[in-house]
T-cell receptor, first 116, second 112 residues
Framework: AQKITQTQPGMFVQEKEAVTLDCTYDTSDQSYGLFWYKQPSSGEMIFLIYQGSYDEQNATEGRYSLNFQKARKSANLVISASQLGDSAMYFCAMRERYYGNNRLAFGKGNQVVVIP | NAGVTQTPKFRILKIGQSMTLQCTQDMNHNYMYWYRQDPGMGLKLIYYSVGAGITDKGEVPNGYNVSRSTTEDFPLRLELAAPSQTSVYFC???????????FGSGTRLTVV
């Protein structure tokens, strides 16, 4: 079963506007972590932001913030004041228990194109 | 620091050939992972290691093997390459299981 769901089609965003990327997750664990990664066209995976399941405040990192709604099992990424360099694929991931260890399970990604 | 280094960056293999994808990290991380990313998809876990001498299968281990003789190195071996193994392969590491990963730059593999 899909653990991380990212269903938005490709998004076009005007430069300097904010964009919200949706992510819902499925877990029965009480302790878990949620991550967002950016993958530009060059292909590398860049860590953006992390939210722990027990964190009471939404995580923020510069222009990135994570809108964490635990009851709804959603962890949406908000990028404020979009820049051309934000054009990329964005992946939501969840740290989950995996046969006694931990792993990151990834969604299929959201494509964002920032237009001037 | 170099972080996580993967070689090669690109490779074309013929069906039935074998190769090893190299992964080295210089951060003294215990945990290392191999993922594959198919076009338009997220990453799927192939194998992982929680320390030197310990490896375990992930979601899609068939057709691959790994070893972890040192903390730094975690090579991925493809035996008898098949077109279904055409993908981008990422190696990643983390100091403890609760943190996010540092990824290598990826290896783009095509099997023809």
């Amino acid at each position: 079963a899909q653990k991380i769901t990212q269903t938005q089609p490709g998004m076009f965003v005007q430069e300097k506007e904010a964009v919200t990327l949706d992510c819902t997750y499925d877990t029965s664990d009480q302790s878990y972590g949620l991550f967002w990664y950016k993958q530009p066209s060059s292909g590398e995976m860049i860590f953006l932001i992390y939210q722990g399941s027990y964190d009471e405040q939404n995580a923020t990192e510069g222009r990135y913030s994570l809108n964490f709604q635990k009851a709804r099992k959603s962890a949406n990424l908000v990028i404020s004041a979009s820049q051309l360099g934000d054009s990329a694929m964005y992946f939501c991931a969840m740290r989950e228990r995996y046969y006694g260890n931990n792993r990151l399970a990834f969604g299929k990604g959201n494509q964002v194109v920032v237009i001037p | 620091n170099a972080g996580v280094t993967q070689t090669p960056k690109f490779r074309i293999l013929k069906i039935g050939q074998s190769m090893t994808l190299q992964c080295t990290q210089d951060m003294n991380h215990n945990y290392m992972y191999w993922y594959r990313q198919d076009p338009g998809m997220g990453l799927k876990l192939i194998y992982y290691s929680v320390g030197a001498g310990i490896t375990d299968k992930g979601e899609v281990p068939n057709g691959y093997n790994v070893s972890r003789s040192t903390t730094e190195d975690f090579p991925l071996r493809l035996e008898l390459a098949a077109p279904s193994q055409t993908s981008v392969y990422f190696c990643a590491s983390t100091p403890t299981a609760i943190y996010g990963y540092t990824f290598g730059s990826g290896t783009r593999l095509t099997v023809v």
